[in-house]
């Protein structure tokens, strides 16, 4: 579903943000990234919905590469879920969650408001889903607590029926509760539709509960992918620790699964 083909991104400075990435995640799959701040997660989740440009390499989904003739086309089959929400707080809800369809319709239809019944109704249905009520539709989004305008941020996310969902540290400012609920809502959402989810996290048992697959990445390059059950104690000191990877890995633990 998502390939990514040796791609690399190198900032104007001279900084590596990715370094010869290569990645498939498959339709279904619970894919969670982690690593130190500053290891690329984000930038590895923004190459695939075309807001940040490889430097080298390629990104493709389901077999259509990224490029700017086939963005927009690309884009309708994508969400992203944010950590700070990205809600436009006077809007209500109801308009908030309409705004998922933006990649699907005209810039001015949606400032206008001027979206068909069924997609009002398909967004009452959604917020319902996550555990809203139709009390909330009027309701400016900034009213709402932090786990609400999540909750309105999912929604919204599935507005378009998306086969790719990207993820951004999306309870990285909730507490550990809230956090199982909207990643429970996240993953069983995506599972009803059999779509891929690529997921930045920093809280590790979070990661070990929800992901079927972990992958570690720390200075730009993924160095572990495996299973929750494979990302043992040994690996999180490695992936966390001040000392190289390459240093860590020739000790007593480089028999654990690590990327090529």
Request: glycine residues 10%; charged residues 20%; positive net charge.
């Amino acid at each position: 579903m998502i390939h990514f083909h040796s791609v690399s991104k190198v900032w104007p400075d001279g900084t590596a943000a990715l370094s010869d990435i290569g990645l498939s995640v498959p339709r279904g799959q619970f894919c969670v990234v982690l690593g130190p701040s500053g290891a690329g997660k984000s930038t590895l989740l923004r190459a695939v919905n075309g807001l940040m440009r490889p430097s080298t390499g390629r990104v493709a989904i389901d077999g259509i590469e990224l490029t700017r003739a086939t963005e927009r086309q690309l884009r309708r089959r994508i969400a992203m879920i944010h950590q700070h929400f990205n809600l436009t707080a006077r809007m209500s809800v109801a308009r908030n969650v309409l705004a998922g369809l933006l990649p699907a319709v005209s810039t001015g239809r949606a400032l206008l408001g001027w979206f068909a019944p069924e997609h009002r109704a398909r967004a009452c249905a959604l917020l319902a889903g996550v555990g809203l009520d139709p009390a909330h539709l009027r309701r400016r989004a900034g009213e709402l607590s932090g786990g609400q305008q999540q909750r309105v941020g999912i929604a919204r996310a599935f507005m378009l029926d998306p086969e790719v969902i990207l993820a951004d540290e999306p309870v990285a400012s909730l507490d550990p509760r809230i956090s199982r609920d909207i990643l429970t809502l996240i993953r069983d959402a995506a599972r009803a539709r059999n779509s891929a989810v690529l997921c930045s996290l920093h809280q590790l048992e979070l990661a070990r509960e929800f992901g079927d697959r972990i992958v570690g990445m720390r200075g730009g390059r993924i160095v572990f992918d495996g299973t929750p059950a494979d990302f043992t104690d040994e690996v999180v000191e490695r992936l966390y620790g001040d000392v190289s990877w390459e240093d860590a890995a020739s000790g007593p633990a480089a028999s654990l699964p690590i990327a090529a």
